[in-house]
């Protein structure tokens, strides 16, 4: 029943949750992190997901991606449902059809900018496509840094080593956990507009979660949690507006 009701969605959402829990611990200690979370993704489109600190914000992206499996409840990408894969089919599904963009950026400080945004195709051991790479190294504006370790790149730099490396697999969808936190504004601002324009140019499909109120209107969707449920979704947002909606959800 769950399945089919996604199945009808399949064709807009990219990935779907059905009735998802997410309970951290047991007895006394034990948080529900997610109370019973259905939502779906939609494909080709850039989604921002918001809410006050402790709403479940990252628990939702970590089971969207198949980082964390839901206490019960599904996940849905590519009409199979995450929450019961097996670990390495998992871990090959997330590296074939996911990318990620972290606050922290996550590069390997041992490699070049260029061996970090092609590290997806050796660690899956495929042919990197040259010119597909020249494109996301062109796009993300690095041609000139490509053969820097990330030391010696700013942090606006190294996100964007980061969205070109989450891009050059050409996913299905790209994950970003508040991928602007640890910038100053105008890095920041470069940052989104990179996956906006992923987005429009690529139609890629982008899931972000934020804090930033500025940052949620680059997107063409805000979803609201609060408490671990989903309380609002909010077409083609203004900052005003999603400013507000955050103060009334107490964040
Ligand atoms: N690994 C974990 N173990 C125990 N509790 C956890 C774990 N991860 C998250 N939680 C709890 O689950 C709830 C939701 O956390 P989550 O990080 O998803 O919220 P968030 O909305 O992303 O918060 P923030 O905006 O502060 O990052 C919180 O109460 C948190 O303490």
Not at 9 to 31: F, I, N, P, W
Not at 37 to 55: E, H
Not at 83 to 107: D, I, K, S
Not at 167 to 189: K, M, N, Q, Y
């Amino acid at each position: 029943m769950g399945r089919k009701m996604w199945v009808m969605h399949g064709d807009v959402d990219v990935v779907g949750l059905e009735q998802v829990v997410k309970s951290y611990g047991g007895g006394l200690a034990g948080v529900t992190a997610l109370r019973g979370v259905s939502v779906g993704f939609r494909r080709g489109a850039f989604t921002a997901v918001m809410g006050p600190s402790g709403s479940g914000k990252s628990t939702l992206l970590h089971c969207a991606a198949g980082l964390d499996r839901p206490t019960s409840g599904s996940v849905w990408l590519a009409g199979r449902d995450l929450a019961r894969m097996p670990e390495p089919e998992l871990t090959e599904l997330r590296r074939r059809e996911m990318g990620f963009v972290f606050q922290a950026f996550n590069l390997v400080e041992s490699l070049t900018a260029l061996e970090n945004i092609t590290l997806p195709f050796r660690l899956s051991g495929t042919r990197a496509d040259r010119a597909w790479v020249r494109e996301v190294v062109a796009r993300t504006g690095l041609q000139e840094r490509v053969r820097h370790r990330p030391a010696a790149l700013s942090g606006g730099q190294q996100q964007r080593v980061a969205i070109a490396r989450a891009l050059v697999t050409r996913p299905e969808i790209v994950f970003a956990d508040e991928p602007t936190g640890a910038l100053d504004i105008e890095s920041g601002r470069g940052v989104l507009r990179l996956l906006r324009e992923a987005v429009d140019d690529y139609g890629q499909s982008v899931v972000m979660v934020t804090h930033d109120a500025g940052a949620a209107e680059y997107a063409d969707e805000v979803v609201f949690l609060a408490d671990g449920r989903v309380v609002d979704t909010v077409p083609h947002p203004s900052a005003a507006a999603v400013a507000r909606r955050l103060l009334g959800l107490g964040g």
